[in-house]
Each structure stands twice: as structure tokens, then as C-alpha cells.
């Protein structure tokens, strides 16, 4: 069940855990995955994430749900990433 942070973390839109969803978007393109291979990927995350969460919290620095806004951020960060890896 999402539950709201204090600290913002799985909150609000980015948050320090977007940096991860850069890198893996900036690393896709540099190991060649296309943008909907990528994005696929990514959006296969959001769905699988909740629920290691609810059973494994303990994996997690920060196990609470994400918000809508930030799952959103999230695909944001790994659009952007793999645009970066074609440029940088």
C-alpha cells in the first residue's frame, strides 16, 4: 500500500533513486537496447518493484510503495538516460 514520506523519498517526482533510473537508461543505449526495448524494461520494473518490496523489504534502503509522480519520474529518468548515452 503506497504510504507518503516524509522526506520525499518515493514520493515526489525525482528523488536520489532517480540517478539509478538515469544510469540504467544511459547504460541501455551504450549496450545497444533500443528506446522500447529500454522503456519496456523500465516500465516492467515499476510492476515488479511493489511487489519485491512487499516481500522483501529488507532489500530495499528505502521499501516504501512509490507514488504515482515518481514512477513516473522514474520512466522520465530513463528516457533521459539513454538519450544522454547516444550523445555523451
Known sequence: ???????GINDSMFDRFSLLHLVFGFAAKKSRLSLPITFGIGIAWEFV????KEKHDEYF???SMDS??????DMIAVVVGWFLGGVI
Open 68 to 73: 504515482q509522480q515518481n514512477k513516473l519520474g
Open 1 to 7: 500500500m503506497y504510504q507518503p514520506q516524509e522526506n
Open 61 to 63: 534502503p528505502n521499501p
Open 49 to 52: 518493484e511493489p511487489i519485491l
